[in-house]
């Protein structure tokens, strides 16, 4: 992805703020305050000009607070700060991840969590909800229309510039009608309470509507920490929301089958809000994709899987609506699908939200919704939004030109740029250069009243202390109008007294309960029981681009345990003191380093290294070393990220041992001397860890298309550092040394296995029978080529053909020459055991593994790029 | 005059195309002054699927996949036309550009709101203070506005250079400017965003020109381009034709096939490729007075 796209992704942040005055006066409202609320929440002061969600007017704590406030209070404050502990690590384990754009901390930030949760009355709640269902119903039919007829703009509602000047209104959408005219089948609003406790919306998000998925995150470590709190406070749960989504999302597909494809189009492991987007895919169980998986086929959309093509009903779409197809949208979008939009003409696919519905994301529409609620529903609209002046109009120009350093003053359609900030007031000279823009092109500008939020109690490190706080909440558009996810996504500034909440902006978050006078019931997101369902062995296919991920997952995964194998025999070897004898043992390892790029070529005769002191700093640098493509560290990271590509299909815990293990290759501080010892302690526990990966795939997947190539690229890996390591053996004089052997086996983990069948010195062809043929030996060369041979045999195109296929072909040819090796033929070959018939057979295998790791990718992971056909010019 | 047009573009790929999708504006559209006769568009190979359909402007649109694999693709449109000569507008007679602007600006009269949507920014052009500026020396005050236009279409002419190779698709207008160099492209787009900076509704016309041969030469087959100009909205008189490459007032001897804000609007063809590498595209146009 392009900087392009990652600030395009980034922009549009709600920032909410309010006025400079009215933040550091808590002190005499406090003073004020009347009966103080005991325990944890005594010292709790309230801000003053601002609403406070747990204390009422008089300084009284609200009813509905009140059994969450004694909860809190047993546990104590010492308890709760162990919470808060348990809420990062749980966070962190789950590896709730939000991506900050331009951070030198690296781009995945962990997410945010406050422990205390904002409690909304149920009362409350219900007058938010049929607020919010009414503000739905009202967009989606403004949406319909500009996407339509246009009345609404003919008649005088809507002013032609709003929709005609922004590039959010997509013209070439223009007369695709979705299914039930339905735009915007997700919602979500940023609402804000006033000082005088009203509720409002500070914008409206129709394009994508993202954080119900950390809202659910969000649920499922608060209600883990707080477990007493959530049990008794009758708080209503979220799972019966996303139930309605997908039976929401099912109803939308146009085949008429009890299996609908539904999948989830991500812009990939950059966007920003790529955890919640794995992770609503997993919770929802559809497919995670990308616009390269998918193509249109007489005007339908297909998801390309290793046997073919499958028909693709719904896409839950976390695209930006012009990204989605580069032949009608942006013509510069890799992120999409080409010939969508016609697709979608013809009704073959639905999207959600439809595409063209971030038009209605424009802040300045704001203003006109009232007057839209009146006309298209004949009622008034229910919730307020923030005052807002479109300055396309002449008399919210004038007012805005008039009021400009009192304002908000913001881009009123999508822009990367902001205009203003609550950290710095423009100058003079700026605000004259603002004026003259807003001259120049009005309908871009819009301002708004700058916000005061309301706070909430929000865990610091001084305790509990109310904090300013947003809250957005979501809707989905159901078969019976629009429903409103109970609890939402809240978001608390940063500092006590700090003023924006933007997650971009370092802000935190906080789970939202919506209290239930009754105990509530529990909804599972799985088929309600009883329903009859086709029984299935094969679980969904696998995308060609997942298959390549898996194969290059089980690539690293071993080259991260041959790799750590191989520094830990060098490191218990190596001795500063008798450099110049271990080196004939040392050899063939480091020597395979080297080919393999974990340590730096020596440049003296191969092999030789007489520094001891340089060796030492090389091997060290081979696992430590983030800058040196193959060292331990290095591919640790490279392991995570395809695990993170592949998170939707994988579970959490192969994620946590994968990411205790990059944690763990972190170089120490430069204060602290390394030592060798030290890096073979780290080495074995990322032995561990990869046993815990390996042991995890072995028992935890089913055995189908993913696992098949994970194993494939293990199989591989392993089989081109054994004939790395035995070929530079073998090039040695030395080879039949019993050290230099103990340390073929060592490597090989086969030490115990041959001590139990030879219990003598090792002898080399014994030891070359056990690491190369024995196929009862799994570290063996001839166990990983029968494992191949039998995947190989499932593999889908593979069936279909008469005759093998390109790997087939090396495969085979491969078994051959090794089932009809003697090991036995190397004896009377010293000092030319390169030349033996082992020799040769480990030469040519080597030689032919690359070809057969290019063979599978061409046959399954082939996806050629997109492109623009030229263009002639117009002269 | 009637006219017989080919239009032919060739792209071959050095490498095979698994399947494509393209969209080809190239149906001349039929107004007031201008009748299609017929109309043919072949395509080799021949694609899996065709249709055509009207665009948000009205343009005809002829989408097409071919999901066989192919190493060429040919897409040639014949249109046989006729274009009626137009009375040049007698431009001092024009309203006065600054109540045009006034017209344009919100609230709108309904009966502007169709070209008030040529007024704002869209996907290629951006209006700006320079332009304005620019825009500005042929509009002086209570300037007719088609006098001005005018005017700006003749500077257009004179102060930039036509040259094919100094500009592609892609070049934005900040560096056409700098450069005073373009094609019929850039010149349009010029006159456009010019014009938008003052306030006033003008949009792109994608077409052909008739071209002579030189005096005592024959007339080179297929040696002419597709051609571009502009349009300006004038409330008396409708839409107002301006080309700014040779300085003149469109009349029998451009042919227009589709309008939009901008090129990326009315691209005669554009198409997504999987596979290919990197190739060339052909074009050729062949305007033939019959």
């Given at each position: 992805m392009s900087d392009a796209d990652k600030i395009k992704t980034s922009r549009d942040q709600t920032y909410m703020f309010q006025s400079q005055s009215q933040s550091a006066t808590g002190k005499s409202a406090a003073d004020k305050a009347a009966p103080a609320p005991p325990g944890l929440l005594a010292n709790y002061q309230q801000t003053r000009g601002a609403f406070d969600e747990f204390l009422g007017d008089e300084g009284a704590p609200r009813a509905h607070y009140s059994g969450l406030t004694q909860s809190l209070d047993e546990l104590g404050s010492a308890e709760l700060e162990r919470r808060q502990e348990t809420c990062q690590r749980l966070v962190h384990e789950q590896g709730i991840t939000y991506n900050v754009y331009d951070d030198p901390r690296g781009l995945e930030r962990p997410w945010q969590l406050d422990p205390v949760p904002l409690l909304i009355s149920s009362d409350e709640w219900k007058s938010l909800e049929t607020a919010l269902i009414q503000r739905a119903t009202l967009i989606n039919l403004v949406l319909a229309d500009c996407y339509g007829p246009q009345e609404l703009i003919r008649s005088g509602w809507l002013p032609p510039a709003l929709v005609f000047a922004q590039p959010d209104f997509l013209r070439p959408c223009h007369g695709t009608k979705p299914r039930g005219d339905t735009?915007?089948?997700?919602?979500?609003?940023?609402?804000?309470?006033?000082?005088?406790?009203?509720?409002?919306?500070?914008?409206?998000?129709?394009q994508i509507p993202t954080g119900a998925g950390y809202a659910l995150a969000n649920r499922l470590?608060?209600?883990?920490?707080?477990?007493?709190?959530?049990?008794?406070?009758h708080v209503r749960r979220l799972s019966g929301f996303f139930r309605e989504v997908q039976k929401t999302l099912m109803g939308l597909a146009q085949r008429r089958t009890d299996n609908p494809r539904i999948v989830l189009l991500t812009p990939g492991p950059y966007n920003e809000t790529y955890f919640e987007q794995t992770y609503l895919a997993r919770y929802l169980g559809y497919m995670l994709v990308e616009g390269q998986d998918l193509t249109v086929r007489d005007d339908k959309v297909f998801l390309k899987t290793l046997s073919g093509l499958e028909q693709v009903d719904v896409i839950l779409r976390r695209v930006d609506d012009d990204w989605c197809d580069p032949l009608e949208l942006r013509n510069d979008s890799m992120l999409g699908v080409p010939g969508l939009v016609e697709a979608l003409r013809s009704g073959n696919v639905t999207v959600a939200n439809a595409p063209g519905s971030g038009l209605l994301q424009s802040a300045a529409f704001l203003s006109f919704l009232p007057g839209l609620c009146r006309h298209v529903l004949d009622e008034?609209?229910?919730?307020?939004?923030?005052?807002?002046?479109?300055?396309?109009?002449?008399?919210?120009?004038?007012?805005?030109?008039?009021?400009?350093?009192e304002l908000f003053i913001k881009n009123a359609f999508r822009s990367r740029s902001r205009i203003m900030s609550p950290d710095k007031k423009l100058t003079a000279a700026e605000l004259n250069l603002l004026r003259r823009r807003i001259e120049f092109k009005p309908e871009l500008f819009i301002g708004q009243e700058w916000m005061k939020l309301s706070t909430a109690p929000s865990w610091g490190s001084n305790g509990v202390s109310p904090r300013r706080v947003s809250l957005r909440v979501y809707l989905v558009a159901t078969g019976e109008g629009y429903r409103v996810l109970p609890g939402g996504l809240t978001r608390v500034a940063a500092k006590d007294g700090s003023q924006a909440v933007a997650m971009q902006r370092g802000g935190s978050s906080k789970d939202t309960w919506v209290l239930d006078e009754k105990p509530v019931d529990e909804v599972s997101l799985l088929q309600p029981a009883g329903g009859k369902i086709e029984l299935r062995r094969v679980g969904n296919n696998l995308p060609s681009r997942m298959a390549d991920n898996f194969f290059w997952l089980g690539r690293y995964a071993e080259r991260a345990d041959a790799s750590a194998r191989m520094l830990r025999s060098a490191l218990l070897r190596f001795s500063p003191e008798r450099t110049g004898s271990s080196m004939p043992v040392l050899a063939p390892l480091l020597h395979t380093l080297e080919i393999q790029g974990q340590l730096t070529r020596s440049d003296v005769e191969t092999g030789m290294r007489h520094n001891s002191e340089a060796l030492e700093a090389d091997l060290l640098a081979a696992i430590y070393d983030p800058a040196r493509p193959g060292s331990l560290c290095s591919t640790a990271g490279h392991l995570r990220r395809l695990a993170m590509l592949a998170r939707d299909r994988t579970s959490n815990d192969v994620w946590r041992v994968l990411s205790q293990m990059e944690e763990r290759l972190v170089r120490p501080t430069a204060s602290i001397v390394m030592l060798a010892g030290d890096a073979v302690g780290v080495l074995n526990q990322t032995l561990l860890g990869l046993a815990a990966f390996h042991g995890l795939a072995r028992?935890?997947?089913?055995?189908?298309?993913?696992?098949?190539?994970?194993?494939?690229?293990?199989?591989?890996?392993?089989?081109?550092?054994?004939?790395?390591?035995?070929?530079?053996?073998?090039?040695s004089p030395e080879a039949d040394n019993p050290s230099v052997l103990e340390a073929v086996l060592e490597v090989c983990d086969s030490t115990i296995t041959y001590r139990s069948r030879y219990n003598l010195v090792p002898n080399i062809a014994a030891v070359y029978d056990l690491v190369l043929l024995d196929d009862t030996n799994p570290r063996s060369l001839l166990f990983q080529l029968i494992q191949l041979v039998k995947h190989f045999e499932r593999l889908p195109k593979e069936r279909d053909s008469a005759l093998p296929s390109p790997g087939q072909r090396i495969l085979l040819e491969s078994v051959t020459r090794v089932r009809l090796l003697d090991p036995r033929g190397i004896y009377g070959m010293e000092g030319h055991w390169h030349e033996s018939e082992v020799g040769r057979v480990v030469h040519e295998i080597l030689r032919d593994l690359p070809r057969l790791s290019d063979a599978i990718a061409v046959s399954y992971f082939a996806h050629s790029a997109i492109s623009r056909t030229g263009q002639g010019g117009q002269a | 005059m009637n006219y017989r047009i080919i239009h032919r573009t060739a792209y071959d790929y050095p490498e095979p195309v698994t399947v494509s999708h393209h969209a080809a504006r190239v149906k001349p559209r039929t107004n007031v002054t201008q009748q299609r006769d017929s109309w043919e568009l072949v395509i080799k190979p021949e694609p899996a699927l065709r249709k055509m359909r009207s665009d948000y402007f009205g343009n005809r649109v002829c989408f097409f996949s071919i999901q066989e694999i192919h190493e060429q693709l040919e897409i040639t449109a014949t249109s046989v036309v006729s274009v009626e000569s137009v009375t040049p507008p007698a431009v001092s007679l024009s309203l006065v550009w600054e109540r045009v602007a006034a017209m344009f600006r919100d609230p709108v009269s309904p009966e502007v709101v169709e070209p008030y949507q040529f007024c704002f920014d869209s996907p290629l052009l951006r209006a700006s203070p320079e332009l304005a500026d620019y825009a500005r020396q042929s509009f002086s005050k209570e300037t007719p506005m088609l006098a001005g236009v005018l005017d700006l279409n003749r500077r257009i002419c004179a102060d930039f250079k036509y040259d094919p190779v100094a500009t592609t698709v892609a070049t934005p207008l900040e560096e056409v400017l700098a450069k005073r160099r373009g094609v019929c492209q850039d010149f349009a787009h010029l006159g456009i965003a010019a014009l938008r900076s003052l306030g006033l509704p003008a949009r792109y016309v994608s077409g052909y020109l008739r071209t002579r041969p030189p005096e005592g030469k024959e007339r080179l087959i297929g040696a002419d381009a597709s051609h571009a100009w502009f349009s300006v909205y004038c409330p008396d008189l409708g839409w107002v034709d301006f080309d700014p490459t040779n300085d003149l007032i469109p009349s029998d001897e451009h042919i227009t096939v589709a309008y939009g804000r901008d090129f990326s609007e009315v691209t005669p063809l554009c198409g997504i490729i999987t596979g290919g590498g990197a190739h060339e595209v052909r074009v050729s146009v062949d305007v033939k007075p019959i």
């Open positions: 735009f915007l089948h997700f919602y979500a609003a940023d609402l804000a309470r006033s000082p005088d406790g009203q509720w409002w919306v500070m914008s409206d998000r129709t470590v608060t209600s883990r920490i707080l477990p007493e709190a959530f049990r008794d406070g008034e609209l229910k919730l307020p939004s923030v005052a807002t002046w479109w300055c396309g109009q002449e008399s919210a120009r004038s007012y805005v030109l008039e009021n400009l350093d028992e935890n997947m089913t055995r189908a298309q993913g696992w098949r190539f994970l194993d494939m690229g293990y199989r591989i890996e392993r089989m081109m550092y054994l004939c790395t390591m035995l070929d530079s053996a073998l090039l | -």
